[in-house]
């Protein structure tokens, strides 16, 4: 049988997409920006106009930017595109990604430290169909007494979180470099920039699984 086809919207440099492909998925991109790096079929067009004919699901990442309560100046200059989005891809399955704050309706959070990655990066995934998630963060476990990388779009370093001396927990102790970010989040392919745009493979990956069972398609995953 052929792999499931998902359309990969507002791809960037392919973080999303290199997760779903894991899970079983024939992934195609697109993006109104040239992706040099995005590692499978690429368009360089406009995400709101590119035709959905041909594929079982779709996946979106609409800019982020405008959802960033704590910065106004970017919840002024970004475009809000969820609710567009939304209308657009209801049709047909749809995992919708974006940041806290942003109006996603009944999303799940995924987070590095589910994973066992070094980062505390939380996304949301609104979904059309069910899905579950049955874990929780463990920034007191996976990263206790080591370090992270707080991996920012508009700058930032990873700082340790931790344990002080007396064992309390604390953090910043000592302000030391967190780990590199493609380490931190599971990705070798992306220049520093992209990275900081990027979703952790394993957060698609994870939601992938559950999209092909969902579809039916539990042997295109070879599962």
């Known amino acids: ?8 919207l507002f ?3 392919g973080g999303a997409a290199v997760g779903y492909h894991r899970a079983g998925f024939e992934v195609v991109g697109v993006d109104i920006s040239p ?4 590692p499978f079929e690429f368009h ?6 590119f035709p959905l004919e041909g594929f079982d699901a779709i996946h979106a990442s609409p800019p982020c930017q405008g959802y960033i309560q704590r910065n106004k100046n970017l919840e002024t200059k970004w475009p809000r595109l969820i609710e567009p989005v939304r209308e657009r891809v209801r049709r047909l399955p749809y995992v919708i990604e974006n940041v806290p704050g942003a109006p996603l309706i009944g999303p ?3 987070c590095g430290t589910m994973f066992g990655l070094l980062t505390l990066r939380h996304r949301l995934f609104e979904t059309n169909w069910p899905i579950t998630v049955g ?11 080591g370090d992270f990388a707080a991996v920012y779009a508009f700058g930032g370093k990873g700082r340790r979180h931790g344990r002080n001396e007396a064992g309390e ?4 102790p000592g302000s ?3 780990p590199e970010w493609s380490v931190a989040l599971g990705i070798d392919w992306m220049a520093r920039k992209e990275l900081s745009q990027a979703i952790p493979p394993a957060y698609t990956e994870f939601v992938g699984k559950r999209l092909i069972r969902h579809l039916g398609g539990m042997t295109w995953a070879g599962r």
Do not use: F
Not at 44 to 49: F, I, N, P, T, V
Not at 135 to 145: E, P
């Open 1 to 8: 049988m052929r792999k499931p086809r998902l359309l990969d």
């Open 11 to 13: 791809c960037g440099a």
């Open 35 to 38: 992706q040099p790096h995005y």
């Open 44 to 49: 360089q067009a406009d995400a709101l106009a």
């Open 108 to 110: 799940v959070t995924l």
């Open 135 to 145: 874990m929780a963060c463990d920034h007191w476990g996976t990263v206790a007494d």
């Open 169 to 172: 927990r604390v953090r910043d």
């Open 176 to 178: 030391k470099p967190g």
